[in-house]
């Protein structure tokens, strides 16, 4: 009989999966057996279990309870990120790429997720006014925490793990050429991933990294590395005055329990727009967004179900034919 391992996702292709050994750090391939009965396809971070043949070929059976999902809203489908993630670390360069509504979308990523939420301002030492982004942002998110750093050193890099703890798993989330692999690097003292300069002229990264990894770092953390976020949107599961701290306070005045807080009476989160006691830019954006997840929640529905059963049918029949066609070669 073949033994049933346990291993974790460290990365994903079209027709592949990496898993990793997290007692060993042995990465190998591995596709889905033709038992893998599971609604989802497992993603970077998930933990699964595996058998390997009498070929030495793997295939992962099972795939392990998950913590929890990182999801974005893309092409009108909420996409699975990454899986069992404890920090979604938003990262933003102290230049032209810090931009609050896109600090937003990002935290709501991971307040959505259920997981906790750090800031990583990074390029401190190109940087001559770090106390006013750093204050435009604590002005923002009160509670969660924010280092700026340089990511290139190792010094300044380690400061994160003063929140994120031992065992933990991160992710990175930003834009391209924020220094989310830099840092990565910095922190393993290697150049694993690959980087690449930014544009002088709008402070844009080239899209350098093209997947998601998961890598082991010091202190039995493990870190996940993802491709620059071109447009963020959250889940449409996502509920917005979960990152709007003073309306999910008004709205609890609103007469309405569903009060969309655009044209109802009595609501109290117009109101404080009137009487000057909310900051109209803050309300506006978290209209754009709310408005933004509620657009997209149909379709999304339909395209969801959609996906489930393409899992079902198309993808495990070919990947399990591509096998079944190697072993009689
Ligand atoms: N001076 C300085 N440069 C940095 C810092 N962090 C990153 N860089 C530089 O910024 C550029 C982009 O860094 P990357 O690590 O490739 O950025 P990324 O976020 O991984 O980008 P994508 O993979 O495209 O999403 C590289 O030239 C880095 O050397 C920093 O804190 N200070
Ligand atoms: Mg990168
Ligand atoms: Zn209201």
């Known amino acids: ?35 893998y009965k599971c609604e989802d396809l497992p993603l970077v971070g998930d933990n699964v279990e595996y058998i390997t043949d009498q070929w030495g070929n793997n295939f992962i059976i099972n795939l392990l309870p ?9 092409k009108n489908i909420n996409k699975p990120l990454v899986a069992n ?4 670390f938003v990262v933003s360069s102290l230049n032209k790429d810090f931009e609050l509504e896109k600090l937003e979308r990002l935290a709501l990523l991971g307040v959505s997720g259920n997981a906790k ?46 929140f994120w703890k031992e065992g933990e798993t991160a992710v990175f989330m930003g ?3 924020v220094g989310k692999s830099t840092l990565v690097n910095t922190l393993l003292d290697k150049e694993i991933l690959k980087t690449a300069e930014v544009r002088d002229v709008d402070d844009r990264g080239k899209h350098t990294t093209t997947a998601r990894y998961l890598i082991a770092i010091e202190g039995e953390r493990w870190v996940i590395d993802t491709p ?10 996502a509920d917005p ?29 117009l109101n404080a727009l009137e009487n000057g006691n909310l900051d109209k830019i803050i309300y506006e954006r978290f209209i754009k967004l709310k408005q933004g997840l509620n657009v997209g929640t149909k379709q999304a529905k339909t395209l ?3 996906q489930s059963k393409l899992l079902k049918s198309k993808r495990i029949q070919s990947k399990n034919k591509k096998i079944l066609n190697k072993k009689h070669q």
């Open 85 to 88: 993630v404890d920090i979604v």
């Open 66 to 74: 998950r913590k929890n999902i990182i999801k974005r809203y893309s």
């Open 1 to 35: 009989m073949e033994v049933i391992q346990k291993g974790c996702v460290a990365s994903v292709t079209r027709t592949c999966w990496k898993i990793i050994d997290k007692n060993s750090l042995c990465v190998f391939d591995a596709i889905l057996n033709n038992s």
């Open 304 to 306: 969801e179900k959609k």
């Open 228 to 237: 620059g976020i071109r447009s963020i949107q959250s889940t449409t599961e």
């Open 175 to 177: 834009s391209s050429g």
């Open 241 to 269: 005055v979960d990152i709007f701290d003073e309306i999910r306070e008004l709205e609890k005045q609103c007469k309405y329990k569903d009060c969309s807080h655009t044209k109802e009476d009595n609501c109290a989160v």
């Open 117 to 162: 939420v750090g800031f990583i301002l990074t390029k401190v030492d190109k940087c001559p006014n770090i106390d006013t982004y750093i204050k435009e942002l604590k002005k923002r998110f009160k509670t969660e925490p924010i280092f700026a750093i340089n990511s290139k050193n190792k010094a300044s890099a380690v400061e994160i793990f003063k």
